[in-house]
């Protein structure tokens, strides 16, 4: 089992920034991939930015120029740095790890509102 420990979520004005941390805990070792993903309304949750142990990274086209990912391997700790937000980035964002044998984690989910 995974554990992952979410931070950083909160209000914000339109055009400002914010970063979100995620921690892993457990059992870590079966850890390939760790990422961010967001809640659409009625849909599933849609990716926004993920990277691989090896340091690939996987954004989507929707944040490219405005968002960044990060991982400390040696913390297994991931970190996504959101700048020039907007209204409709506001949303329930989840961390999550995926293992090598494609089993997903996630975190309980932190709030991000963009305010005009």
């Known amino acids: 089992q995974v554990q992952l420990d979410e931070s950083g979520g909160g209000l914000v004005q339109a055009g400002g920034s914010l970063t979100l941390s995620c921690a892993a805990s457990?059992?870590?070792?079966?850890?390939?991939?760790m990422g961010w993903y967001r809640q659409i309304p009625a849909k599933r949750r849609e990716l926004v930015a993920s990277?691989?142990?090896?340091?690939?990274?996987n954004i989507a086209d929707y944040v490219k120029g405005r968002f960044t990912i990060s991982r400390d391997n040696a913390k297994y700790k991931v970190s996504m740095q959101m700048s020039t937000l907007e209204p409709e980035d506001t949303t329930i964002y989840y961390c999550?790890?995926?293992?090598?044998?494609?089993?997903?984690?996630w975190g309980q989910g932190t709030q991000i509102t963009v305010s005009e």
């Open positions: 990277v691989t142990s090896d340091g690939v990274t």
């Open positions: 999550n790890a995926s293992t090598r044998s494609m089993r997903n984690y």
């Open positions: 457990g059992d870590i070792r079966t850890i390939n991939s």
